[in-house]
RNA sequence: GCCGAUGUGGCGAAAUGGCAGACGCAACGGACUUAAAAUCCGUUGGGCUUAACGGCCCGUGCCGGUUCGAGUCCGGCCAUCGGCACCA
């Protein structure tokens, strides 16, 4: 291949397009406030997931992902946003630091010539990042702001009455240390020796490190936690509204794993305390024959009796010396222990043994469990196995036998509740209970505090030191604090970080000492998203400006926020076709103004009427001078310009009906109801900190053709609040899209839980101390699939089947690269690599190049004589108007590979035709620019010697688009069915009814042949497509 | 065990409930060439039938259902892959 002559000189073209790019400073986004920023143009920011800069370079897995935002980032640019598409490292890891262990190499080093490879190869791709905004997550001036966040957690609590982060200063109790967010505790850590440090459960795989593969064992340590439980709720209420698969969704759900039960005291035989337990079931409470406390739980040695002490303390020391493995090995077979001690069950007054066992997790719930045998799978095992008592308190609703059952029934054995159903009787013994102060309704989640200190050289130290046994924190004057220099990174073996060895560094002052623990890999992940927004600001994680307008679009009219407004109004058009116009007033706007509307918005209009908000409009007539009357009907015109203003100018601060809009946090969502004759529809409701406020409520009456607005004023009031609440109640929610944040994120699916719900946190504490303007990072998250190697497995070094981008691009072109990495198949789905397929797509692009230059006599490429200026005929103008269609709604939809496909359609019908007008030509260079911008850019500038156009560059070009008049054909071919299978096939005008369908096909003579001795019984016809005649 | 995803030609894959297999790869045949490569043109799911043009039947993991009509919707299985795992 190496030798073979290039099928075009991609190999010329590609360097010189980057150098040019590069030197044109192309793709360097300008943020508000930037000379030369338009803030007439909608921003996008388009993301991928960055990298680990290993020390095995990128295999053409990784830039699966890179490539399809590229696509998209070029798309919006040619669309005429201000797209913003950065790429970074996520430079600190432990591999670097095992790598200086073996090697004596600063972690420094190994890293910087690590990223430098990568960012060639990603170079030579023709990715279009905006390389002046690079970050590195292992360079103070980055990290100095990982370190910042951090002291911004620790300096916070969360106060359960706003729901919120609020600052420590706002907290009254006696201990702030106890409720900061992050705060220290003696845990009980997978401690592995091999590599000298504690390692976060998910890095535990099979009871070995997921690196390396060496043994964990569980061993209690101080540590720094980061207290994401108390956002549990949040985290799983603010990702609804997200824009993400629904399969990840599902998996930080369960991952959060929320479940609603009581928590319910039982008093202890012969001692004063009571021991709680939570219940998802509490109408079981009568079955409940003993209890179960986790070997660990701290009530265990004063509740076991001196005859059972030995037997308990041999059961868990037993039970410490396993590792978390072992434990649910063996759980096929129950074990576990008497105490000697008995609980009251607190409904009957029965007294019921205290068992510890290592079912019980200590980390669940309370540690403890109300063990009802007939109705829990473990319960029951482990009751059988040790002979306790069984009572029914369920009777299945089938014939089921009831012991065993877990489902819902009716509560039997219960004199409380006989003869209620499951969720009648758990809502009826909590109050009972509730009422007694016995129990109370509670919520638990399976999410466990942050595990967030490493014992590691190659992460963030923390701002913190300790003096005199307490922590406190660095001031900001002090960060950023960089890691001491060390010769030796090697575990100290003592469960002491490396950190430790450099004791000049330690020593703070003559009392106090610096933590030497450093941070996780995840920190730097966390928030590196916003830093991109603002990457070399020294005065602040990012400023105010840059991230409001990154995040949300705001200070310019946008297409986000417009399309919001819009889609509101659009879906209350579309519900309510009939409904006349209402007494807000109606903005006419032109045919050209709709078209434009559509395209910045991707919605269909019924009519050209948009509907404007009386204070909107005033405000807009205020600033046109009041020059601009209503006519008659109400209506006003005003320009698009205007129109695309209103969500600003309704968010405007002086607009005080309007609530608490311009806060933080709002959620627009659309509630209709009908009730009593009138149909009740709220514009938007706000939730703001928990409270709802409607901004615009409407009523109308159902009865009869012309509905009536009665009302339509902006309150915030009591009454407002509580009808939203009850609309919002029994009437299920439009789901509006929560706009803001990352307008795109793309990566794979091994950061599905962890990185983004840890960076969910974080942005949420950001947002409640006020420094964000979104509580959600990412508006819409895609998971790329994996590609394998040639033979279906994995690439591995360990397979030899890893295929280096740059070895590809050798011979095919980065265009070619590109192409093919979009053409294998869905951008979701696992997909093995083959280099035969990169052949074809390459074909493909010579097919291109060949379409608008030939050879001349020396051998070069000079344009050829086939491209004319004609007008393109009618088949050419179909394929050219269908390939503009495919081609926009394919890339929007991430369906890239489809794209490709309509592009290789257009390609092959125009390769053999006569002469190849300019238009159709210069239509493909734009569609294709975003996949094969190299190509496409050297094409159009050959093209451009010829035939001169303004503005002569490809990337200012706006993108096609398609006449719908220009695919239709004059005649249609229908498919004629018997019995739902297809018989013949004809060609008929496209005006011709349904019934001249009907007839032509029931003459038709194949049709007669099938139907011969029958008996027609109906024939279904669908315009433009077939008819059906059925018969029997 | 639980949860999720996937299952269509020799291969990667297309198909708002409306003509299954677009597009590409591979294979085969042809043109060009002294020859090969490259390029261009054509054929290509399986079976049966016809001298031929054609025609018929079967086909989207399996079984059933809804429908005039199902790759697509519903129910139940099977297989592969991924995730979680005593969560009270």
Redesign the pocket.
Known sequence: MNE??K?YPFDVIEPKWQALWDERRLFHALNPGDPDFDPARPKYYVLDMFPYPSGSGLHVGHPEGYTATDIIARYKRLRGFNVLHPMGWDAFGLPAEQYAIRTGQHPEITTRENIARFKTQLERIGFSYDWEREINTSDPAYFRWTQWIFLQIYQSWFNPATQKADPISTYTGHDPDSVRLAYVAEVPVNWCPELGTVLA??EV?DGKSEVGGFPVVKRPMRQWMLRITAFAERLIDELEPLDWP??IK??QR??I?K?E?AEVRFAIAGHDGTIA?????PDTLYGATYM?L?PEHPLVRRLTTNEQSQIVSDYCAQIAAKS?LE??D??KE??GVFTGACAINPVNNERIPIWIA?????????????A?PAH????L?FARKFDLPIVEVVQPPNDEPAIGFVGHGVAINSPLIDGLTTSEAKREITAWLAQRGLGWSAT?Y?LRDWLFSRQRYWGEPFPIVWENGRHRSLGETELPLIPPPLEDFKPTGTGEPPLARAQDWVRYSETATRELNTMPQWAGSCWYYLRFCDPGNAERFVSENAERYWMTGETAPLETSVSLELRNLFEIAKNFPHAPHRTVTLAAVTTSEAVELRRQTGLDFIGYHHCIDNYALRHILKEHGDDRRENAREQVSIGLRDILRIPEILRAPDRIEFGRVTGRGRQSLLYVKESGGAIYYVEEILQSAGRLMAKTLYKRRATGKRAITEASAAQTSETFRRVAKSIEASFPSVNQKHEGGVDLYVGG??HA?LHLLYARFWHKVLFDLGHLTTNEPFQRLVNQGIILGEDGRKMSKRWGNVIDPLDVIADYGADAFRCYEM????LE????W?M??V???S??L??VW?LLMEENQAGEWILSSAVVESAPDKAQLKVMHATTKKVTEDIEAL?F??A???M??FV?AF??AQSRPLVALRTLLVLLNPFAPHLSSELWETLGHKFPILPDEITSQPWPEYQAEFLVEDEV???L?V???????IQVALTATSAELEALALVNP?VQE?IAGLTVR?V?V?PK??V?V?AN
């Open positions: 073979r002559r099928p459960n998910e795989i629904e399969g599902l998996l369960n991952w794993g479940s039960g337990v939570f219940t998802t079931r179960v986790a978390d434990r649910t063996l759980a129950k074990t290592d079912y019980v997790l200590l980390g669940y719930g309370t540690g403890a469990i109300m009802v829990d799978e473990r319960d095992e638990s399976k699916t091994e839980v053409f294998m198949g869905p789905q696992m997909k093995p083959s035969t397929g052949e074809g797509v074909r493909f010579a097919r060949r369906s590979n489809t490709i496909a309509q290789m359609i092959n390769t053999t071919e229908i498919a069915q019995n739902g299978k297809v018989r013949d096939r194949r099938f109906k279904v669908i497509k077939l059906n059925v």
